[in-house]
T-cell receptor
C-alpha cells in the first residue's frame, strides 16, 4: 500500500511570493491534515479537511489556506510568504476523520519550504 | 491551555540501560495521548496510544492524570531505538498537539 505522498520535496520562494504544496492521501482515506514543523519546534496543527470540507484550523493567519479535491488530495497555499514560514510542512491522512485514538493519522515525508 | 511539554531535547543512554522519555501535558478535558517516533530518514509514525494500553517494540507508557504525565519507558534500550520521539495530545476536532520532541541516542 502506497503511503501519503507530498510534492514538491523542496520549495524555495522569496518573501511576498505564494507557495503551493500538494498532498495525496493513502488510497481510501478521506481526511487530510496539515502540520508545520519550524526549526527547533514541534509540529503545529494547521488544517484538517474531510470529505472536501475544512473541519478545523490551527492558530495560523488567513494567508494559510487550502482545499481538498474530490479525489481527496489536498493543496496547502501560503500567500504573502514571510521568512518565518520557512519550515517542513507535513501532511497526514486518516481513514475516516474519526478521533486519533481510533483513526490513526499517517504522515507523509514532508515538503521543505525555504523563504529567502 | 492545551500544551505538551517534553523537557529533554536529547537523551543519551547505553545499550541495555533503561529508558524513560518524559512527557507532561496540560488539558482540561479527558486526555487522549500518543507517542510518535521518527527513525532516521523515515516518516513520522505512531508508536503507541494510551487508550490501547499496548506495548510496542518493548515500549510502554502509562497515563498519570494526577501528575499530568505520559512518560515513555523501555527496560532495556536497543541501538535501533535511536530516533526522535514526540509526545502528542488530541486537542479536539482531530487536532494533534505535539511536544518539541526528544532525541534518543542509544550507544553500543
Amino acid at each position: 500500500e502506497a503511503g501519503v505522498t507530498q510534492s514538491p520535496t523542496h520549495l524555495i520562494k522569496t518573501r511576498g511570493q505564494q507557495a503551493t504544496l500538494r498532498c495525496s492521501p493513502i488510497s481510501g482515506h478521506t481526511s487530510v491534515y496539515w502540520y508545520q514543523q519550524a526549526l527547533g519546534l514541534g509540529l503545529q496543527f494547521l488544517l484538517w479537511y474531510d470529505e472536501g470540507e475544512e473541519r478545523n484550523r490551527g492558530n495560523f493567519p488567513p494567508r494559510f489556506s487550502g482545499r481538498q479535491f474530490p479525489n481527496y488530495s489536498s493543496e496547502l497555499n501560503v500567500n504573502a510568504l514571510e521568512l518565518e514560514d520557512s519550515a517542513l510542512y507535513l501532511c497526514a491522512s486518516s481513514k475516516s476523520g474519526g478521533s486519533p485514538s481510533t483513526d490513526t493519522q499517517y504522515f507523509g515525508p514532508g515538503t521543505r519550504l525555504t523563504v529567502l | 491551555a492545551q500544551r505538551v511539554t517534553q523537557p529533554e531535547k536529547l537523551l543519551s543512554v547505553f545499550k541495555g540501560a533503561p529508558v524513560e522519555l518524559k512527557c507532561n501535558y496540560s488539558y482540561s478535558g479527558s486526555p487522549e495521548l500518543f507517542w510518535y517516533v521518527q527513525y532516521s530518514r523515515q516518516r513520522l509514525q505512531l508508536l503507541l496510544r494510551h487508550i490501547s494500553r499496548e506495548s510496542i517494540k518493548g515500549f510502554t507508557a502509562d497515563l498519570n492524570k494526577g501528575e499530568t504525565s505520559f512518560h515513555l519507558k523501555k527496560p532495556f534500550a536497543q541501538e535501533e531505538d535511536s530516533a526522535m520521539y514526540y509526545c502528542a495530545l488530541s486537542g479536539g476536532y482531530n487536532k494533534l498537539i505535539f511536544g518539541a520532541g526528544t532525541r534518543l541516542a542509544v550507544h553500543p
